[in-house]
């Protein structure tokens, strides 16, 4: 069974930093893309990151791009996000997301909450 | 990166028929047949219910289909239940090597 569990959430004041984990298992976990989604509170999905299975290929949505990096060990079967110079509005859930003939798994979300 | 476009909402009757449109570019929905869409529940996961434009899931009801046309994109939910009522998304790989989700669309079982 495919599980994906997401860690590392939690309050941070603007400016700070943050880095969420999503441990994976039961699949090849190098072999897949892996992407993070985000969801602010009563709000739409929006894609925020992606990887390739080595890690050598990444990409980010404009609104992060420079403040966030996307990075796997696939060593551990975990993926990473570093979240840098957070914002307000990158208050969220954050999903993370097997990319397999779509984002065909999901974790559970972790809920990240920028605030002074 | 600007969100695809669907109905804020949809509503129909149980048995009834009901459709989904999303609207985006030829840089994302016009440019690949990677269109996916997505259900919601309230405080759930999302959940993918269609890839490649037209495939279903294994486990996913065959109730619900997909297709594209141009710059488009449309999901169809026959036999509505009440079990369907969430939100739903639909997605598209860009010409930017990114994805894209759209605004999203509340379903409603009368």
């Known amino acids: 069974e495919v599980q994906l569990v997401e860690s590392g959430g939690g309050l941070v004041e603007p400016g700070g930093s943050l880095r969420l984990s999503c441990a994976a298992s039961g699949f090849s976990f190098s072999g897949d893309w892996m992407e993070w989604v985000r969801q602010a509170p009563g709000k739409g999905l929006v894609w925020v990151s992606r990887v390739n299975g080595d890690g050598s290929s990444t990409n980010y949505a404009d609104s992060v791009k420079g403040r966030f990096t996307i990075s796997r060990d696939n060593a551990k079967n975990t993926l990473y996000l570093q979240m840098n110079s957070l914002r307000v509005e990158d208050t969220a859930v954050y999903y993370c997301?097997?990319?397999?003939?779509?984002?065909?798994?999901w974790g559970q979300g972790t809920l990240v909450t920028v605030s002074s | 990166q600007s969100a695809l476009t669907q109905p804020a909402s949809v509503s129909g009757s149980p048995g009834q028929s009901i459709t989904i449109s999303c609207t985006g570019t030829?840089?994302?929905?016009?440019?690949?047949?990677?269109v996916s869409w997505y259900q919601q529940h309230p405080g759930k996961a999302p959940r993918l219910m269609i890839y490649?434009?037209?495939n279903r899931p294994s486990g996913v009801s065959n109730r619900f289909s997909a297709s594209k046309s141009g710059n488009a994109a449309s999901l169809t939910i026959s036999g509505l239940q009440a079990e369907d009522e969430a939100d739903y998304y639909c997605?598209?790989?860009?010409?930017?090597?990114?994805?894209?989700f759209g605004t999203g669309t509340k379903v409603t079982v009368l």
């Open positions: 030829s840089s994302d929905i016009g440019a690949y047949n990677f």
């Open positions: 490649d434009v037209s």
């Open positions: 997605c598209s790989y860009t010409t930017s090597a990114t994805l894209v």
């Open positions: 997301a097997r990319d397999r003939d779509g984002l065909a798994s």
